[in-house]
């Protein structure tokens, strides 16, 4: 399968569909948990994209949740580290080290040393960074991995 990312001009209804797609040809085709779990994992980026942060912090849930059901680390450090992010863009700063951390001990443990690092710069970046909700949002949006 391959990633279909949101374009230059946020074509952000084409990429949903086609995640939509994705997530149906993954479980109910070829019933592949990680292939659905990816395709879960894309529509939450989107979500994130469009800055409909509710339902991409469910979306990711959702994902760190099926991760440990699948004992995949990997795929539980994403949804994590997305997690993350989402909740430093609702200014919930203080929850979003806290989940960045555990992003960051997944990475480590799956040897991820780029992530970790990044969750560690992430955390640093949190602690500085004013409380207010406009502010979170205004620099969360490129930090989903």
Do not use: T, W
Not at 83 to 88: F, G, N, S, T
Not at 102 to 117: D, G, K, P, T, W
């Amino acid at each position: 399968m391959h990633r279909l990312r949101v374009d230059e001009q946020g074509s952000h209804s084409e990429a949903l569909l086609a995640h939509l797609d994705e997530l149906r040809i993954a479980v109910h085709v070829e019933q592949d948990r990680y292939a659905a779990l990816a395709a879960r994992l894309h529509l939450a980026n989107v979500q994130f994209s469009r800055r409909d942060y509710q339902r991409a912090s469910d979306m990711y849930m959702q994902c760190v949740e099926e991760s440990r059901e699948l004992a995949d680390r990997q795929g539980e450090e994403k949804a994590l580290s997305n997690l993350a992010a989402v909740l430093a863009a609702l200014g919930n700063h203080p929850r979003a080290i806290e989940v960045f951390l555990q992003a960051m001990s997944l990475a480590e443990q799956v040897r991820q040393r780029h992530e970790c690092l990044c969750a560690l710069s992430l955390c640093a970046a949190l602690a500085d960074a004013p409380r207010s909700p406009a502010a979170g949002r205004r620099g969360a949006r490129s930090l989903a991995l």
